[in-house]
């Protein structure tokens, strides 16, 4: 058995038809048939169960297909750790991150990583859910979240930047209704709040109580909020914000172009909700490529700067 073998069958049980794997695999298909029949019998055990309609694995075909990948995969790996001793950064790397996050920020340095190295090639998925990053074939995620210990010791795990939410209003609804001077004064004011799907009724759990800290406290006090205006969408909860119907609180890098050109302004600039930071996640692996390393470090000197607190500097609301 080689690695063509290997790929065959894995061919196989992904189009469940030969003549289908044949052509993934640009092979003739009584080709296909031949080393399939022939592989089977030096192995002496059946691999697939042929109908007239459909071929799929026996249970030895399957646990041959669940080795294959792992086997493949390590291929791969000698081949890219070769290649790139001898030659720069090159190859594939199948990336996702949250739409919001994605776009603002990984996108713009994912296209500057790949200007520097021009054989490295990015394929950026964006999503709204963490996939299972090595079953379904990803090398990294940038995610905001606070890894569970279990999660944590399968993945690789690496905290880029710390996040923070902090609260905003516009000039104009902060011109009508001034702007608080305490966490305490918050709910004499309209709070723009979300609210997650959730539950078989469809009811979301609303985010009415804000958890805010202030700067040099380790502290936090919970702050009940209120006000006329709820969505499920953060950003439909921005554009309410923008339009100065209250006032919402919504991640610094989220916002940070806003507060750049004068859109809103910070409220309570001292007080902010420090939760589900930035993060580097991969799937382990025994020798990672050396295009991922270099992405990873790029990466994490990047968003080690916190480039949205630059942005974002300086716009703070008036007291009230």
Not at 120 to 133: I, K, Y
Not at 213 to 236: F, I, W, Y
Not at 249 to 272: F, H, M, Y
Not at 282 to 292: D, E, K, N
Request: hydrophobic share 40%; proline share 8%; charged share 20%.
């Amino acid at each position: 058995m080689d690695r063509s073998d290997l790929e065959l069958v894995l061919a196989v049980r992904q189009h469940g038809s030969l003549s289908k794997a044949a052509r993934a695999l640009q092979l003739a298909p009584p080709v296909v048939t031949k080393r399939l029949s022939s592989l089977e019998a030096a192995l002496g055990v059946r691999l697939f169960q042929r109908t007239t309609r459909r071929v799929s694995p026996t249970t030895e075909g399957h646990a041959l297909c669940d080795r294959a990948t792992g086997l493949l995969q390590g291929f791969a790996e000698i081949e890219d750790e070769l290649r790139e001793r001898q030659s720069e950064p090159a190859g594939p790397i199948r990336m996702v991150s949250s739409f919001g996050f994605g776009r603002l920020w990984l996108g713009p340095l994912l296209a500057e990583f790949q200007q520097r190295y021009p054989a490295v090639h990015f394929e950026l998925q964006l999503s709204e859910r963490l996939p299972d990053l090595a079953n379904e074939g990803f090398d990294a995620a940038i995610w905001l979240w606070n890894p569970p210990p279990h999660i944590a010791a399968q993945w690789i795990s690496r905290q880029l930047a710390p996040n923070q939410r902090v609260l905003a209003a516009a000039p104009a609804y902060l011109l009508r209704h001034g702007s608080p001077r305490s966490p305490e004064e918050l709910s004499q004011h309209h709070c723009l709040v979300v609210r997650e799907n959730g539950g078989e009724t469809g009811q979301g759990q609303r985010f009415d109580e804000w958890r805010l800290s202030r700067q040099g406290q380790t502290r936090a006090v919970l702050v009940p909020v209120k006000g006329p205006l709820s969505s499920n969408s953060g950003e439909m909860v921005r554009d309410w914000c923008l339009a100065g119907q209250g006032i919402m609180l919504r991640s610094l890098w989220d916002i940070a172009p806003q507060l750049a050109n004068g859109q809103l302004l910070r409220v309570l600039p001292d007080c902010a909700m420090h939760d589900a930071h930035i993060h580097w996640l991969a799937p382990y692996r025994s020798q990672m490529p050396l295009r991922i390393r270099l992405l990873q470090e790029f990466l994490a000197e990047r968003f080690r700067q916190e480039p949205w607190k630059l942005l974002s500097a300086g716009q703070a609301a008036p007291p009230g």
